[in-house]
């Protein structure tokens, strides 16, 4: 089977896939809630970094039957030409099912413009697609395709700043997301671990509490936070440092040898997680599969993972049904991350980027539905209504 057409276009703000809970849950005081920019005080406390990324954008891989796959990332003022007019005329006419050659080809292809960044969320975009369309053109979840279920179920964990309200959820592991960066100074430290001995002290011993730092801070700021939450017990310290500054994460290891670290989100194919993998930097490999380089990227590093013997836990792993396959197909991939924006009694799949017929967490656990492709519950003129 022919891939027909790849085609790129915005989402419309407020489609299904691209909707957001009202009332949102609230941000401590004073807080950015991640904020990229908070160790310049003029930017501190604001709760978004300014500029924002846009619309996500989709993409459509369509065979020359009719069938289509579809994707999703963000970006799309950037993403959607370098989609339409960079990498599908390359693609059109390649075997709808050849994944691995088609996205060898991008990955090479982006060697021009550069493979990081916005071009590795264009090719994060088309190659779930890609495995949506393969899905549905062999009639088998995109989980069977990739080796079948590796795990009985997905052990899931929220993120949030309400405590009180994951664990009415069901869920039996929180992460809080550090609302204060490093140019709060002392100030930063002593709210941070305020919250954290406040969450620990209502989750209790038995269940595990990790921390979302958001690049908030360089490695001086990261030891002495570290130091003032060893006893609380962290799982791990998350996206502590600038994304490819190898060489002070590796500084925090030294620093820090007892605190378990984990990072990739921002990291882009598998390239840096094999240089992370090769120096021990960090212990868990948190890639985002809308913009690492898709489930195609994200198998290559749950296999640099395994011959490491590191472990995986996808960024947002369970909050959209591409992520769910993978967590549940990935034998590396031990948890599964939702990402809860959601105000208590909001219903958990109202929150941050669903996508319709996605399974929810019960009780803590997961297991995607076994409908074709990513069992995505949208026809193509419903997607049609949804882009601009």
Not at 183 to 202: F, N, S, W, Y
Request: glycine fraction near 12%; charged fraction near 25%.
């Amino acid at each position: 089977m022919k891939i027909e057409r790849i085609i790129a276009r915005p989402l419309k703000r407020g489609s299904p896939l691209d909707r957001g809970t009202s009332p949102r849950a609230s941000i401590p005081p004073g807080g950015d809630g991640g904020n990229t920019l908070s160790r310049y005080r003029e930017f501190s406390g604001r709760a978004r970094d300014p500029g924002g990324s846009g619309p996500p954008a989709l993409c459509l891989a369509i065979a020359s039957d009719g069938t289509w796959g579809m994707g999703i990332t963000d970006f799309s003022g950037a993403v959607v030409p370098l989609i339409n007019e960079y990498f599908a005329p390359m693609i059109e006419g390649g075997n709808a099912l050849a994944t691995e050659r088609l996205w060898d080809l991008m990955f090479r292809h982006a060697s021009v413009p550069g493979v990081g960044g916005i071009v590795s969320y264009a090719i994060s975009a088309i190659d779930l697609a890609l495995w949506d369309l393969k899905g549905k053109l062999l009639q088998r979840p995109v989980y069977e395709l990739l080796g079948g279920p590796a795990h009985a179920e997905t052990f899931c964990y929220a993120t949030g700043h309400d405590v009180a309200w994951m664990l009415e959820s069901g869920f039996e592991a929180v992460k809080l997301p550090c609302f204060l960066g490093e140019a709060q100074g002392i100030v930063a430290l002593e709210r941070i671990e305020e919250k954290v001995a406040h969450a620990r002290e209502m989750i209790g011993p038995e269940r595990e509490l990790m921390l979302d730092c958001w690049v908030a801070g360089d490695v001086e700021f990261m030891v002495r936070l570290g130091e003032r939450l060893r006893p609380y017990g962290l799982k791990w310290l998350e996206d502590c440092l600038y994304p490819e500054d190898f060489a002070s994460y590796e500084e925090l290891r030294r620093r820090l040898p007892w605190q378990t670290l984990a990072t990739g989100e921002r990291w882009f194919t598998h390239l840096p997680f094999g240089e992370a993998a090769a120096r021990r930097t960090v212990d868990i490999f948190q890639p985002d599969v809308r913009w690492v380089g898709g489930v195609t990227a994200c198998i290559k590093i749950g296999h640099i993972a395994e011959g490491a013997g590191l472990q995986v836990a996808l960024h947002g792993g369970v909050n959209d049904s591409f992520g769910q396959h993978l967590c549940h197909a990935m034998p590396s991939n031990m948890w599964g991350e939702l990402y809860i924006d959601s105000a208590p009694g909001i219903p958990l799949e109202e929150g941050w980027r669903p996508t319709p017929g996605m399974a929810i967490p019960k009780d803590g656990r997961l297991v995607p539905p076994a409908t074709p492709g990513f069992g995505i519950e949208l026809t193509r003129d419903e997607l049609e209504a949804m882009t601009d």
